[in-house]
């Protein structure tokens, strides 16, 4: 275990430690759709792009988990809520990752809503934490902030900027400025097509592609591709009648392997 974790360290450093730079994936269902997210506009938007907060009915909550390719110390868990007001959308995320040795915290506070029928705007006010035993804390506060435009009545564009400004980390690193742009192409109730561009500015662009098919009337059917890594997705999501909906979902690369994921989601 000991020599899988340093391989890990040292071929993937950025992809698994990075993650106070990177936002977190869009719950289980952004994990079975290639970790897309820019055009969400469920609750799981809270954490890709707080636009999509804008189309939110009535309060909803989430909460997801996933352990990188299988490693124990290597887990991400994160919840949020929002609750919809004639001001607009307001929330709160929560996020966790790493293990003893390692961990980083967030704490957010997000807000989405309609500037013009088919153009909604979102953003949020993010506090990183980051905790080594042997070394202590180091907090760093930043924002992130997105917009959700509805081109045709099947498409739409969103458009999200992570840390727009250069936010010192470390002495030796920066907050990373993330910006993805995406589009989602809806050619008929049940069927969702997604493709998005994320480029931190210290890094080559990753290409997502994510597909959403009902199948029945509860119950969905993931995937997705994303490269740089590449890596391989899918996943299914149930809906109960309650207003519950249950995730699952695991990605692959080709090297490190499996990366299962869970989540829920409530809408009143």
């Given at each position: 275990m000991k020599y899988?974790?340093?391989?890990?360290?040292?071929?993937?450093?950025h992809y698994l430690f990075a993650q106070n730079g990177v936002p977190p994936t869009a719950g289980a269902r952004g994990v079975a759709m290639g970790h897309t997210g820019a055009t969400y506009t469920d609750i799981n938007s809270i954490f890709s792009n707080q636009a999509g907060l804008?189309?939110?009915?009535?309060?909803?909550?989430?909460?997801?988990?996933?352990?990188?390719?299988?490693?124990?110390?290597?887990r991400s868990v994160?919840?949020?809520?929002?609750?919809?007001?004639?001001?607009?959308t307001f929330g709160m995320?929560?996020?966790?990752?790493?293990?003893?040795?390692y961990n980083e915290q967030r704490i957010g506070l997000a807000y989405g809503r309609r500037l013009l029928d088919k153009l909604s705007i979102g953003a949020q006010f993010l506090m990183l934490n980051t905790r080594?035993?042997?070394?202590?804390?180091?907090?760093?506060?930043?924002?992130?902030?997105g917009a959700l435009a509805e081109l045709l009545p099947q498409l739409n564009l969103g458009i999200h900027l992570f840390s727009p400004a250069r936010i010192q980390l470390t002495e030796e690193d920066n907050l990373p400025t993330v910006l993805k742009l995406g589009l989602s192409y809806l050619p008929s109730d049940k069927l969702s097509l997604l493709a998005e561009l994320e480029k931190d500015i210290d890094f080559t662009a990753r290409a997502k592609f994510g597909l959403e098919y009902q199948?029945?009337?509860?119950?969905?059917?993931?995937?997705?591709?994303?490269?740089?890594?590449?890596?391989?997705?899918?996943?299914?999501?149930?809906?109960?009648?309650?207003g519950l909906r249950i995730d699952i979902a695991s990605s692959y690369h080709q090297v490190l392997g499996?990366?299962?994921?869970?989540?829920?989601?409530?809408?009143?």
């Amino acid at each position: 275990m000991k020599y899988y974790f340093s391989l890990l360290l040292f071929t993937c450093a950025h992809y698994l430690f990075a993650q106070n730079g990177v936002p977190p994936t869009a719950g289980a269902r952004g994990v079975a759709m290639g970790h897309t997210g820019a055009t969400y506009t469920d609750i799981n938007s809270i954490f890709s792009n707080q636009a999509g907060l804008a189309h939110l009915e009535s309060m909803a909550f989430t909460a997801y988990g996933e352990q990188r390719f299988l490693v124990s110390e290597i887990r991400s868990v994160a919840a949020g809520a929002a609750l919809p007001t004639a001001s607009g959308t307001f929330g709160m995320t929560l996020h966790y990752f790493g293990f003893e040795q390692y961990n980083e915290q967030r704490i957010g506070l997000a807000y989405g809503r309609r500037l013009l029928d088919k153009l909604s705007i979102g953003a949020q006010f993010l506090m990183l934490n980051t905790r080594i035993p042997e070394y202590g804390n180091k907090a760093v506060f930043t924002f992130e902030v997105g917009a959700l435009a509805e081109l045709l009545p099947q498409l739409n564009l969103g458009i999200h900027l992570f840390s727009p400004a250069r936010i010192q980390l470390t002495e030796e690193d920066n907050l990373p400025t993330v910006l993805k742009l995406g589009l989602s192409y809806l050619p008929s109730d049940k069927l969702s097509l997604l493709a998005e561009l994320e480029k931190d500015i210290d890094f080559t662009a990753r290409a997502k592609f994510g597909l959403e098919y009902q199948i029945i009337e509860p119950l969905f059917l993931r995937l997705g591709v994303a490269t740089q890594p590449t890596a391989l997705s899918f996943g299914l999501g149930y809906a109960l009648a309650s207003g519950l909906r249950i995730d699952i979902a695991s990605s692959y690369h080709q090297v490190l392997g499996f990366t299962p994921a869970a989540g829920i989601t409530f809408t009143k």
